[in-house]
């Protein structure tokens, strides 16, 4: 059973476009990471959130924690052929990183 | 700056054979661990460990064995390889348990069971 599920799947967009990438679950998180994954490298953490409701912004990007804290989206606006890659989200059910349940993954691809 | 470095980065192995993943972080962090990257999947949990001596099991700790003599080492053992083990391994530190720490990977393990 996953207990987080990112959607989309795969994402393809013209360079300029805005997008949201949604991860979603039935499960309370204390905290929730965002993750970029580039071909042949381990996951790169982008940011922590750990309130409900909490808004982030890292440049263009920008995250956002749900009320409940079962579910978070990530915001790109101006895609930009870097932002290229896979995303991750990731949640602790507790306080304390030991257990970090990931969800599936989100490809996302920015066509110049 | 060598962060958590993962040897070897690409293996094949045999049904049956045994092998040990090393993993090594410069960061004097206490939390480290092991995932296994799958297609589909996201990455999953095999075992972790809270500081030295301290180990436990995450999600999918059948085949694996782990153990923690000191800080910076938390080898990854394959006992009897299976191809179900196929995978992308990889290892992560942080320095303590608060979820808000940043979480590092190393850049992987490709390994693939015939």
């Not at chain 1, 991860?23 to 409900?52: A, I, K, M």
């Not at chain 2, 075992?47 to 700790?61: L, R």
């Not at chain 2, 191809?83 to 979820?99: E, L, M």
Request: negative net charge.
């Amino acid at each position: 059973t996953q207990l987080l599920e990112q959607s989309p799947q795969f994402l393809s967009i013209q360079e300029g476009e805005n997008l949201t990438v949604y991860c979603n679950s039935s499960s309370v998180f204390s905290s929730l990471q965002w993750y970029r994954q580039e071909p042949g490298e381990g996951p790169v953490l982008l940011v922590t959130v750990v309130t409900g409701g909490e808004v982030k912004k890292l440049k263009r990007l920008t995250f956002q924690f749900g009320d409940a804290r079962k579910d978070s989206s990530l915001h790109i606006t101006a895609a930009q052929p870097g932002d290229t890659g896979l995303y991750l989200c990731a949640g602790a059910l507790s306080f304390g990183n030991e257990k970090l349940t990931f969800g599936t993954g989100t490809r996302l691809t920015i066509i110049p | 700056n060598a962060g958590v470095t993962q040897t070897p980065k690409f293996q094949v192995l045999k049904t049956g054979q045994s092998m040990t993943l090393q993993c090594a972080q410069d960061m004097n962090h206490e939390y480290m661990s092991w995932y296994r990257q799958d297609p589909g999947m996201g990455l999953r949990l095999i075992h972790y460990s809270v500081g030295a001596g301290i180990t436990d099991q995450g999600e999918v700790p059948n085949g694996y064995n782990v153990s923690r003599s000191t800080t910076e080492d938390f080898p990854l053992r394959l006992l009897s390889a299976a191809p179900s083990q196929t995978s992308v391994y990889f290892c992560a530190s942080s320095s303590d348990r608060n979820s808000g720490n940043t979480i590092y990977f190393g850049e992987g393990s490709w390994l693939t069971v015939v």
